[in-house]
C-alpha cells in the first residue's frame, strides 16, 4: 500500500509527466486556452492513460516471452491507437453523454506523447514496476496531467486581459508561463514523500 | 534469422488481432443514427458559430430532427426552404437578419470625459467608472464586437464607431453578447428606419453630451402614420414589422438620429400629400 501511495504522489508532483519530464507537452500547450476544454482534455487523457498502462503491461509480457523486447515502444504505439479508437468507440455507444463532453479531444490522445511516455516507464526494469504499480503509475501520471494542464488554462485565461507588448501577445508568453509554472513545480522534487506520509 | 520471423510475425499478428477486433467492434458498437440528420447538417452553412445556441451545426441539425428546434432556428442560414424539405414541414418565414449597432454619436458628436489609455476591451473601459465616453449608452468603440465577428464583418471607423458590413455580416449574433452596452441588435437586411441611439436619459441631458443622441421630443412618433413608433423612457423605438419606410421620420428628426433606406414612392406622395 504504501508503495502505490508513494508512486500515486510521486507521479503527480515529483516526476508531473508535464512540468518535470516534459511529456504530452503538445496538448498541454493547445489545448489550454480555456479551463473548460482543459477540463475535458485532461479527464480524457487520465482515462487513457490508466487503460494504456494495464493493456501495455500484459503486451510488453508477450513481447519479452518472445525475446522481443526492443520492439516496445512501436507495438505500444499500435496498443495506444487501437485503445483510443475503442475506447471511443464504447462511449459513444453507451455513454454520450461523455463522448459529448470529451469531443474531439479523444481522438487527439492518440499522439499524446504522455500517454507512450507512461507505458515506456512503466517497463523499465530499474523501476520494476508489477502489474497493480504500472496502473497506478498511470493513473497518478494522468492526474497530474489533468493537474498541470487546469493550473495552466486558469493562468491563461487570466493573462488575456494582461497588458503585453504586442511582440508577447499569445503563444509566446505561454511558453513563458509553461517554463515558470515548471520551475515551480521543481520545488516539489526535494520533498521526502515517506517523511512527508509520516510511512 | 529467427527473431527477425519472430519479429515479423508477432507485430503482424497483433496488427491483424487489433484490426479484427476494431472491425467486429465497430459493427457491434455501430450507433444508428438519422440519416436526415447529415443531411440538414450539410444544408446548414457549417461554420459552427454557435449562434443557434446549439454546439456545432451537428448540434443543430439533431436538434431539428428530433423537433425540438424549429427549421429556421438558424440564424445564419439565408434559406430554410430545403430543410423545410427534408423535414416534410411546411417552410416558415425564413427573412435574412443582421447586426446593427445602434449608436452614431462618435468622436465628432459625442463628448468624453477623460482620456482612456487601459486595455482595449470594452467590458473593461465600461466598468471603469462607466467609461471613457460622457454618454454610459454609447459605442465605445474600443472593439469587442470586431474581436467577437467570426466573419470579419464589423470594423471601427474614423468617427471611433463600430460599423457592420451587411454584405459580410451573418446574423450570427456573436457580437449582440459581446456588446456591454447592448447596443447591437439583430434587425431584418437592408437597411432598415432605425432609431440610432440607445440612450434613456431625458432630453437636456443628452442635448449636453451628444450631438446626435435621441432626446425623446416625440416628433417623429407624431409623424408615423403606421403607429410603429413608439416612445420608451425618453428613446423613440421603431417596430421594423410595422414600418413601411416613407422617411417622414427621418427628414423631421431634430437630431437627424433616424437613418435608413426610404421608399422613394412613399416619400413623393407624402410631399405631395401636403403633410
Given at each position: 500500500m504504501t508503495d502505490l501511495l508513494l508512486i500515486f504522489f510521486g507521479a503527480i508532483f515529483i516526476n508531473n509527466f508535464v512540468l518535470a519530464r516534459f511529456l504530452g507537452i503538445c496538448p498541454f500547450l493547445g489545448v489550454s486556452k480555456k479551463l473548460e476544454t482543459a477540463v475535458g482534455m485532461g479527464l480524457a487523457v487520465t482515462f487513457v492513460m490508466t487503460m494504456a498502462s494495464a493493456i501495455t503491461f500484459g503486451v510488453n509480457k508477450l513481447l519479452l516471452r518472445f525475446n522481443l523486447g526492443y520492439l516496445d515502444t512501436i507495438t505500444f504505439i499500435l496498443v495506444i491507437a487501437v485503445l483510443v479508437q475503442f475506447v471511443e468507440m464504447i462511449l459513444r455507444k453507451y455513454s454520450p453523454g461523455l463522448y459529448q463532453a470529451l469531443g474531439i479531444y479523444l481522438p487527439l490522445i492518440?499522439?499524446?506523447c504522455a500517454v507512450l511516455g507512461v507505458a515506456l516507464i512503466n517497463i523499465d526494469p530499474s523501476a520494476g514496476y508489477n502489474f497493480i504499480q504500472a496502473t497506478v503509475n498511470g493513473f497518478a501520471g494522468g492526474v497530474g496531467f489533468t493537474l498541470a494542464i487546469i493550473l495552466f488554462a486558469g493562468l491563461r485565461e487570466r493573462l488575456e486581459f494582461a497588458p503585453l507588448p504586442k511582440a508577447m501577445e499569445g503563444f509566446p508568453i505561454a511558453l513563458i508561463l509553461a517554463g515558470l509554472v515548471s520551475i515551480a513545480f521543481?520545488?516539489?522534487?526535494?520533498?521526502?514523500l515517506q517523511a512527508l506520509l509520516g510511512l | 534469422m529467427n527473431t527477425v520471423i519472430a519479429a515479423v510475425l508477432l507485430l503482424t499478428g497483433l496488427g491483424v488481432l487489433f484490426g479484427i477486433g476494431l472491425a467486429v467492434a465497430s459493427r457491434k458498437l455501430a450507433v444508428e443514427t438519422d440519416p436526415r440528420v447529415d443531411e440538414i447538417e450539410r444544408l446548414l452553412p457549417g461554420a459552427n458559430c454557435g449562434a443557434c445556441g446549439y454546439p456545432g451545426c451537428r448540434g443543430l441539425a439533431e436538434a431539428i430532427v428530433e423537433g425540438s428546434a424549429p427549421v429556421n432556428a438558424c440564424p445564419v442560414s439565408t434559406d430554410c426552404a430545403p430543410i423545410a424539405e427534408v423535414m416534410g414541414v411546411e417552410a416558415l418565414a425564413c427573412e435574412r437578419q443582421v447586426a446593427k449597432v445602434r449608436c452614431i454619436g462618435g468622436k465628432k458628436e459625442a463628448k468624453e470625459r477623460f482620456a482612456y489609455v487601459g486595455s482595449k476591451d470594452c467590458f473593461a473601459a465600461h466598468q471603469l467608472a462607466g467609461g471613457?465616453?460622457?454618454?454610459?449608452?454609447?459605442?465605445?468603440?474600443?472593439?469587442s464586437c470586431v474581436e467577437a465577428c467570426p466573419f470579419s464583418a464589423i470594423s471601427i471607423n474614423e468617427n471611433g464607431l463600430a460599423v457592420v458590413d451587411e454584405e459580410k455580416c451573418t446574423g450570427c449574433g456573436q457580437c449582440v453578447s459581446a456588446c456591454p452596452r447592448d447596443l447591437i441588435a439583430l434587425l431584418p437586411a437592408g437597411d432598415p428606419v432605425t432609431v440610432y441611439c440607445r440612450n434613456t436619459e431625458k432630453g437636456g441631458v443628452v442635448r449636453k453630451i451628444c450631438r446626435t443622441g435621441c432626446i425623446g421630443c416625440g416628433i417623429c412618433v407624431k409623424q408615423c402614420d403606421q403607429g410603429a413608433i413608439t416612445l420608451e423612457n425618453n428613446l423613440a423605438v421603431i417596430d421594423p414589422e410595422k414600418?413601411?419606410?416613407?422617411g417622414r421620420c427621418i427628414a423631421k428628426c431634430p437630431v437627424k438620429v433616424i437613418h435608413g433606406t426610404v421608399d422613394e414612392k412613399l416619400t413623393a406622395a407624402a410631399v405631395s400629400g401636403g403633410k
Open positions: 492518440t499522439t499524446n521543481l520545488g516539489f522534487s526535494g520533498f521526502r | 471613457p465616453k460622457a454618454c454610459e449608452y454609447g459605442c465605445l468603440g474600443l472593439g414600418c413601411n419606410r416613407c
